[in-house]
């Protein structure tokens, strides 16, 4: 009964392939988001969508594009993998409250390794 | 903008002894406050938050934190660390119209 569930928990493709993330939330949340956390372990966002509907767009190479067929699953596709893209991919979810994010509830992210 | 500050990339700490995790946050006005923990290899997990009223706020897993409005910060503290606390801790602030931000993480080891 995983709230935020995200598939595959490991990727190890080649450089110049084609990959996708998926992620599904059973919690209700209007929100989705995906982050990316690099070798040093810092967390930086790179999607949010509220509604299917994109919200941030951070300063993401355009390889990488998300897809949200509706509110409950936000996909991360990614062309042209390169080696700097090995990191781990997180998905998370969270309600607004307030016009702030309450907590957001995290998957247990995919490592993806670019060889 | 806003942002997260966790002075401490990594603090050792004995079984048994205290322990203090620092944060300082930067925004416009109170924002929304998490810690998380991660183990190895896995997924975050949410300690406490705060989101307003009392400034002492309890979490799992005998966690606390203290929102200081004057010093912008909410420490985590903990009495009486276990050795499977060992694990990176991070603070994060919800804005509003952005994602929680992160702060780079403290990683906790516990020596016995």
């Known amino acids: 009964d995983t709230a935020v569930s995200q598939t595959p928990k490991y990727l190890v493709t080649q450089m110049g392939n084609d990959k996708s993330i998926k992620c599904e939330q059973n919690l209700g949340h209007d929100t989705m988001y995906w982050y990316k956390q690099d070798s040093k372990k810092f967390l930086k966002i790179m999607f949010s969508y509220n509604n299917k509907e994109l919200i941030i767009n951070e300063t993401v190479p355009n390889r990488f594009s998300p897809k949200s067929p509706d509110k409950a699953h936000l996909n991360l596709h990614i062309n042209s993998l390169e080696l700097g893209d090995s990191a781990v991919y997180f998905c998370?979810?969270?309600?607004?409250?307030?016009?702030?994010?309450?907590?957001?509830?995290f998957g247990q992210g995919t490592r993806l390794t670019v060889v | 903008a806003q942002s997260v500050t966790q002075p401490d990339i990594h603090i050792t700490v004995s079984e048994g002894a205290s322990l203090e995790l620092r944060c300082n946050y930067s925004y416009g006005a109170t924002p929304y406050l998490f810690w998380y923990v991660q183990s190895p290899g896995q997924g975050l997990q949410l300690l406490l938050k705060y989101f307003s009223g009392d400034t002492l706020v309890q979490g799992i897993k005998g966690f606390e934190a203290e929102f200081k409005r004057s010093q912008s910060s909410f420490n985590l503290r903990k009495p009486s660390v276990h050795w499977s606390d060992a694990a990176e801790y991070f603070c994060a602030v919800g804005a509003a119209g952005t994602a929680l931000i992160f702060g780079k993480g403290t990683t906790l080891s516990v020596s016995s």
């Open positions: 998370a979810s969270s309600r607004l409250q307030g016009g702030l994010n309450t907590e957001a509830f």
